[in-house]
């Protein structure tokens, strides 16, 4: 079944203490995204990634640092999480970006919920 | 930078009622997309509108992109209870980034 599959789904966790959210994609999709979702700001876009070894920072990328070593993986980790970065999380994954008049449609794993006390 | 607005943010109506969420972007786009994240969710993909003044119908869910690319609607025809969710616009930028809207959470009483 083709998927985005983010882990864990839920984390409680303390500040400072270093955290990874894993997301892996199984259809090949070149280009993969991280999101958090918070109330009234509806997806804001953290970090984004159009091919292995290609990543680019989103909207709100403070805090947060991603990798693309490999095609169908691309991690989320918060070297020091502070209470501002609980929120939703979700990765995306899309065949390609395309071309600047057809972006291709976005994936979404089930989402992270992560709460730093 | 570029925004992409969305309104309004809830919309609460009778099943049956019709339901429209508008998308306001500040710059030209050259195609928008539509999600729908229903509660507890992740968003899914609706369509894509790529044409200026472009119409698209899904069954009872009609999409209009304006005809300078900056704006773009959502109407659904006669609410019903499975309606309920949370829509979002979004838009690219021309450098990878996908804008999104704050979304217009819709709920619907049987």
């Known amino acids: 079944e083709a998927q985005v599959t983010q882990n864990p789904r839920y984390l409680i966790t303390v500040t400072g203490k270093k955290l990874t959210v894993t997301c892996s994609q199984n259809m090949n999709h070149e280009y993969m995204s991280w999101y958090r979702q918070d109330p009234g700001l509806g997806l804001r876009q953290i970090y984004y990634?159009?091919?292995?070894?290609?990543?680019d920072k989103g909207d709100v990328p403070e805090g947060y640092k991603v990798s693309r070593k490999e095609k169908r993986n691309f991690p989320l980790i918060l070297e020091s999480p502070s209470p501002n970065q609980t929120s939703l999380y979700f990765c995306a994954s899309s065949l390609s970006w395309g071309s600047l008049y057809s972006n291709q449609p976005q994936h979404f794993g089930d989402g992270t919920r992560l709460s730093i006390l | 930078g570029q925004q992409v607005m969305q309104i309004p943010q809830y919309q609460h109506v009778q099943e049956g009622e019709d339901f429209t969420t508008y998308c306001n972007s500040s710059t030209t786009l050259s195609n928008i997309q539509w999600y729908k994240q229903r509660p507890g969710g992740h968003p899914v993909f609706l369509i894509q509108?790529?044409?200026?003044?472009e119409v698209k119908k899904q069954k009872r869910l009609t999409f209009q992109f304006g005809e300078a690319k900056k704006n773009s609607s959502l109407h659904i025809t006669a609410t019903q209870t499975t309606d309920v969710g949370t829509y979002f616009c979004?838009?690219?930028?021309?450098?990878?980034?996908?804008?999104f809207g704050q979304g217009t959470t819709l709920q619907v009483k049987p």
């Open positions: 509108l790529v044409k200026s003044g």
């Open positions: 990634s159009m091919n292995v070894e290609v990543t």
């Open positions: 979004a838009g690219p930028s021309n450098t990878g980034k996908l804008i």
